[in-house]
């Protein structure tokens, strides 16, 4: 999709990637200094040292120094500890400097294509993560990766897979790959092992000890992505093996670290990943919500892409939906925001019980299945594949279970530091889910807390937002490892009172009401 929307820049507008002019002395019998050495020294005396040459670049660096008579511009990458030089281009003209950001998600790979110096987002794209065929669980992905060759196989599918869908944008948009000079990523920690072809084996048993938690800026064909002969690399720490790098990029891209107040951010992925702090602390936890509400529990359920069902209402009187869809005219299934609605609606028509089972209200919607009885939210007119789209008591069943995993996970992590729900300024929801929540919905239902609305804010893919912004100013590397330094993992223990908590939010909205007051029960 095409966007021409700025990336906010939170401390200065110091890009990761720096266009400097550089007009050097001819030499003379009397300055003899080596090519090399005389750039490195001009570029020194303009405030950006150490500087960098690969070895392998070092010819054809010198070959343009003299070809462009001593007068041009040198494309130079910031790599934490020193200044990388990537390229050396004309002295004038248009030349615009470009980078990736990429969100590595456990199913899906978002990209984006971003005009640094314009801080313009170009193009921005999602493909399927293809290690799925080894499992939509990363926990069978690390088993397969207990093997050499089993790594290598994911590894190479995800660089694959990253540099395919890369190299069809930059044709797209008419970008050359020397304009491309930096690639900026995030993933949970198992997807930073596939990416960087480290052993997580360690990682999903005790003492759950990651391989690396940072990792060297390097140049892109390093790892790979040969196709980019001048950028460098660079990929987000993780803090341990439950928290990864796109949460670390989250937290910097909805500035819990730099809030006085304390705030919440809510990343629902693959898991739910919970972080709670201020610039003083941040907490954070994981449970394993997110399938249910990416609409993953149900027959019929999908992310929230083209075809997803996202909007439900129902009409009171005669139980009829009315349903919105995400970019098409005919569903393809729902998505867990629109499972959400639906849960909620239901409960409002007197449709569904506090349990979650069907009334006996009669209603036209109402089907008889191998599963039992089950609700018709879109009728075969409406679907692209012309078969009704059902959602079933044992479907509601198994969702109340993960929004009460939700409530649990956010009751439990505000008690370990002492904090009522009211005590949080602002709770950001992160992820495609984030982008298509209701909170009003959500409340209903009991999966968030009862709060004034507009303490909850949609935030979209803060892991690929965190990425953006990095590229833009590279003096947010400070603020990340300040960041990963500052979250402490809390463990959800397994005990009487989570267990009791857990149950009663299997209710709608709960089994005490005094939690939700602005919830009317029908």
Same mark, same amino acid.
């Given at each position: 999709?095409?966007?021409?929307?700025?990336?906010?820049?939170?401390?200065?507008?110091?890009?990761?990637?720096?266009l400097?002019?550089?007009?050097?002395?001819?030499?003379?019998?009397?300055?003899?200094t080596?090519?090399l050495?005389?750039?490195?020294?001009?570029?020194?005396?303009?405030?950006?040292?150490?500087?960098?040459?690969?070895?392998?670049r070092?010819?054809?660096?010198?070959?343009?120094?003299?070809?462009?008579?001593?007068?041009?511009?040198?494309?130079?990458?910031?790599a934490?500890?020193?200044?990388?030089?990537?390229?050396?281009?004309?002295?004038?003209?248009?030349?615009?400097?470009?980078?990736f950001?990429v969100?590595?998600?456990?199913?899906?790979?978002?990209?984006?294509?971003?005009?640094?110096l314009?801080?313009?987002?170009v193009?921005?794209?999602?493909?399927?993560?293809?290690?799925?065929?080894?499992?939509?669980?990363?926990?069978?992905?690390?088993?397969?990766?207990?093997?050499?060759?089993g790594?290598?196989?994911?590894?190479?599918?995800l660089?694959?897979a990253?540099?395919?869908?890369?190299?069809?944008?930059?044709?797209d948009?008419?970008?050359?790959?020397r304009?491309?000079?930096?690639?900026?990523?995030?993933?949970?920690?198992?997807?930073?092992h596939?990416?960087?072809?480290?052993?997580p084996?360690?990682i999903?048993?005790?003492?759950?000890?990651?391989?690396?938690?940072?990792f060297?800026?390097?140049?892109?064909?390093?790892?790979g992505?040969?196709?980019?002969?001048?950028?460098l690399l660079?990929?987000?720490?993780?803090?341990?093996?439950?928290?990864?790098?796109?949460?670390?990029?989250?937290?910097?891209?909805?500035?819990?670290?730099?809030?006085?107040?304390?705030?919440?951010?809510?990343?629902?992925?693959?898991n739910?990943?919970?972080?709670?702090?201020?610039?003083?602390?941040?907490?954070?936890?994981?449970?394993a919500a997110?399938?249910?509400?990416?609409?993953?529990?149900?027959?019929?359920?999908?992310q929230?892409?083209?075809?997803?069902?996202?909007?439900?209402?129902? !009409?009171?009187?005669?139980?009829?939906?009315?349903?919105?869809?995400?970019?098409?005219a005919?569903?393809?299934?729902?998505?867990?925001s629109?499972?959400?609605e639906?849960?909620?609606?239901?409960?409002?028509?007197?449709?569904?019980?506090?349990?979650g089972k069907?009334t006996?209200?009669?209603?036209?919607?109402?089907?008889?299945?191998?599963?039992?009885?089950?609700?018709?939210?879109?009728?075969?007119?409406?679907?692209?594949?012309?078969?009704?789209?059902?959602?079933?008591?044992?479907?509601?069943?198994?969702?109340?279970?993960?929004?009460?995993?939700?409530?649990?996970?956010?009751?439990?992590?505000?008690?370990?530091?002492?904090?009522n729900?009211?005590?949080l300024?602002?709770?950001y929801?992160?992820?495609?889910?984030?982008?298509?929540?209701?909170?009003?919905?959500?409340?209903?239902?009991g999966?968030?807390?009862?709060?004034?609305?507009?303490?909850?804010?949609?935030v979209g893919?803060?892991?690929?937002?965190?990425?953006?912004?990095?590229?833009?100013?590279?003096?947010?590397?400070?603020?990340?490892e300040?960041?990963?330094?500052?979250i402490?993992?809390?463990?959800?223990?397994?005990?009487?009172?989570?267990?009791n908590?857990?149950?009663?939010?299997?209710?709608?909205?709960?089994? !005490?009401?005094?939690?939700?007051?602005?919830?009317?029960?029908?």
């Amino acid at each position: 999709m095409n966007q021409s929307c700025d990336i906010a820049v939170k401390v200065e507008n110091r890009p990761f990637v720096e266009l400097v002019p550089v007009k050097l002395p001819a030499p003379s019998l009397g300055d003899n200094t080596a090519d090399l050495d005389r750039l490195t020294r001009t570029l020194s005396q303009s405030g950006f040292s150490p500087v960098r040459l690969a070895p392998g670049r070092m010819d054809e660096v010198v070959r343009k120094i003299r070809a462009l008579g001593l007068s041009f511009r040198t494309v130079l990458g910031y790599a934490a500890t020193h200044w990388e030089i990537l390229d050396v281009v004309e002295a004038s003209g248009d030349r615009p400097l470009f980078g990736f950001a990429v969100d590595l998600g456990s199913t899906t790979l978002v990209l984006r294509l971003i005009d640094i110096l314009r801080r313009k987002i170009v193009e921005e794209t999602a493909v399927k993560n293809p290690q799925v065929k080894w499992g939509e669980d990363i926990l069978s992905r690390i088993l397969f990766a207990r093997s050499r060759e089993g790594l290598g196989e994911l590894r190479a599918c995800l660089i694959e897979a990253c540099s395919k869908a890369m190299e069809k944008m930059m044709k797209d948009c008419g970008v050359a790959a020397r304009s491309v000079h930096a690639l900026c990523c995030a993933g949970n920690t198992a997807m930073s092992h596939f990416f960087w072809g480290l052993d997580p084996s360690n990682i999903c048993r005790e003492p759950y000890i990651p391989a690396a938690n940072t990792f060297p800026t390097v140049h892109a064909s390093e790892l790979g992505f040969d196709f980019l002969p001048a950028s460098l690399l660079y990929l987000f720490p993780n803090v341990g093996a439950y928290v990864g790098g796109d949460i670390v990029s989250g937290v910097v891209a909805a500035d819990l670290n730099r809030s006085e107040q304390t705030r919440m951010l809510i990343d629902v992925g693959t898991n739910a990943e919970v972080v709670v702090g201020n610039r003083q602390w941040l907490l954070a936890c994981a449970g394993a919500a997110g399938p249910a509400l990416e609409g993953g529990v149900v027959e019929r359920g999908m992310q929230a892409v083209s075809g997803a069902i996202d909007r439900v209402r129902i !009409d009171r009187q005669t139980g009829e939906p009315d349903f919105g869809v995400v970019g098409s005219a005919k569903a393809a299934g729902i998505c867990g925001s629109g499972l959400i609605e639906l849960v909620a609606e239901m409960f409002s028509s007197k449709i569904l019980t506090i349990q979650g089972k069907f009334t006996e209200l009669p209603c036209s919607r109402f089907r008889d299945t191998p599963d039992g009885r089950a609700y018709a939210l879109a009728l075969s007119s409406q679907t692209v594949d012309g078969q009704e789209i059902l959602v079933s008591e044992i479907d509601i069943g198994v969702f109340l279970k993960s929004k009460a995993a939700m409530y649990t996970i956010l009751s439990v992590i505000c008690r370990k530091v002492g904090l009522n729900f009211a005590d949080l300024e602002k709770i950001y929801i992160a992820g495609a889910f984030g982008n298509h929540i209701d909170p009003e919905m959500a409340v209903r239902i009991g999966m968030i807390p009862d709060l004034p609305l507009d303490t909850y804010h949609g935030v979209g893919n803060s892991s690929l937002s965190g990425a953006s912004m990095l590229l833009c100013d590279r003096t947010l590397l400070t603020e990340v490892e300040t960041v990963r330094n500052m979250i402490t993992y809390v463990e959800l223990n397994v005990n009487v009172e989570l267990i009791n908590e857990f149950r009663g939010a299997q209710f709608i909205p709960h089994t !005490d009401p005094r939690l939700f007051p602005s919830v009317q029960s029908p």
